[in-house]
């Protein structure tokens, strides 16, 4: 991923949103690698996801629950990311997990703004296709 834009942060979401519910759903702790890894990629996405989402939020009306709710998540994912570092591995699997939480919490908010959403076939991403339909990566088509 190398940049998030306003259209197609699909693969960005999608992929994320997985690996940050792959982190939440564990039942055990990964080690301190696999959790500086995960760290390193939360970070980075939230960093390419927030401004998109402020850019979707411009401009609609602040009373709006998407738009409360959005700019909500952006505040609490900036605060997680300020957060320090543990040296302790539970306090530091907690931290990613907050991060961890800011990703799925963020991408349904990218895909309410944006309008996106997931394949109730295939739980892949509907992009647009033709005109009245989208088409997930799978190829169903979708009527909207």
Not at 49 to 74: F, N, Q, S
């Amino acid at each position: 991923m190398t940049h998030l834009d306003d259209e197609a942060p699909t693969l960005g979401t999608v992929s994320m949103r997985a690996a940050a519910t792959w982190l939440l759903d564990r039942s055990t702790m990964p080690g301190r690698e696999p959790l500086k890894l995960f760290d390193q990629d939360f970070r980075l996405f939230l960093s390419l996801v927030i401004p998109c989402i402020e850019r979707l939020t411009d401009g609609r009306p602040e009373a709006h629950a998407t738009v409360k709710a959005a700019r909500a998540g952006v505040g609490e994912a900036r605060s997680r990311l300020i957060e320090a570092a543990s040296t302790d591995l539970t306090a530091e699997f907690e931290r990613v997990g907050r991060l961890a939480r800011s990703v799925v919490a963020l991408c349904d908010h990218f895909d309410a703004l944006s309008g996106d959403r997931m394949c109730p076939a295939c739980d892949r991403w509907i992009g647009n296709g033709a005109a009245g339909t989208r088409n997930c990566v799978a190829g169903h088509g979708h009527r909207l």
